[in-house]
């Protein structure tokens, strides 16, 4: 059954509303019709079953016939470089795909891309049609950049958390030998800039008791480093490999 996303102030006791571009969506091209059900979900983790009572290329209404709340599991925070061009898109849209909780852009000294205050709007719609194609109820968030060395001491007062930061140059380490056997809340990730972390930066998140992980002998690029290292940590904390 369809997913699609409905803001939460829409939702009032037992009856929904959508407005805007979602109801013009649902109208003009998927063409639902009064009495039609559908699933809604509020991007806070909660789904609903509805059915439409009103619809137009401006609003629809109607009431809930059931709804459910997902818990989340152990959570991702995934903080990360911008990489050029539209692969910031790619990331984010397959980051949600497997359940990143939020992305934290991070600028290091090496970063080409520092700002995203122009697209933010942009890259939270496609986080949303993420969650809407593979059925998740909530919305992966996407804050503003903050500098490494903030973002790692951020990261280390995650409570229950490992943080890891990916780095070509690591040849002890693997996941094995990092992800404890013990329950965990979740987990911090760092990918690096096309250019790599520093040194010093490498020599900072040690120091913060941040490890450091290789993910093989190639070079990756930021969103293909980033989707790679949040899909095996969430397989090692769930114990499936």
């Known amino acids: ?39 809604l979900f509020d991007g806070k983790g909660t789904s609903y079953k509805v059915k439409i009572d009103l619809i137009n290329k401006n609003k629809i209404s109607g009431h809930i016939l059931s709804s459910s709340y997902k818990m989340p599991g152990p959570t991702i925070n995934l903080y990360t470089c911008i990489p050029k061009g ?98 965990l809340n979740g987990a911090n990730i760092f990918i690096g800039p096309e250019g790599g972390f520093e040194s010093e930066e490498i020599e900072f998140a040690k120091s913060l008791n941040i490890k450091t992980l290789t993910l093989g002998g190639n070079i990756l690029r930021i969103e293909t480093a980033a989707v790679v290292a949040s899909s095996l940590i969430f397989q090692f904390i769930y114990g499936i490999i």
Request: charged residues 25%.
């Open 86 to 183: 539209d692969r910031f898109e790619w990331l984010i849209e397959k980051s949600s795909e497997i359940n990143v909780l939020k992305i934290i852009p991070i600028n290091t000294k090496r970063s080409i891309i520092t700002s995203i205050s122009n697209k933010i709007e942009r890259y939270e719609k496609i986080s949303i049609s993420a969650s809407s194609q593979c059925g998740r109820s909530d919305v992966m968030k996407i804050e503003n950049p903050v500098d490494f060395k903030t973002a790692c001491i951020n990261a280390i007062n995650n409570k229950d958390f490992i943080n890891i930061l990916m780095w070509e140059n690591e040849n002890v380490n693997t996941l094995k030998s990092l992800v404890p056997k013990s329950k």
């Open 1 to 39: 059954m369809p997913h699609f996303y409905v803001k939460p102030e829409n939702i009032n006791a037992n009856t929904f509303s959508i407005e805007g571009e979602q109801a013009h969506y649902l109208f003009n091209v998927r063409r639902f019709k009064q009495n039609d059900e559908i699933m």
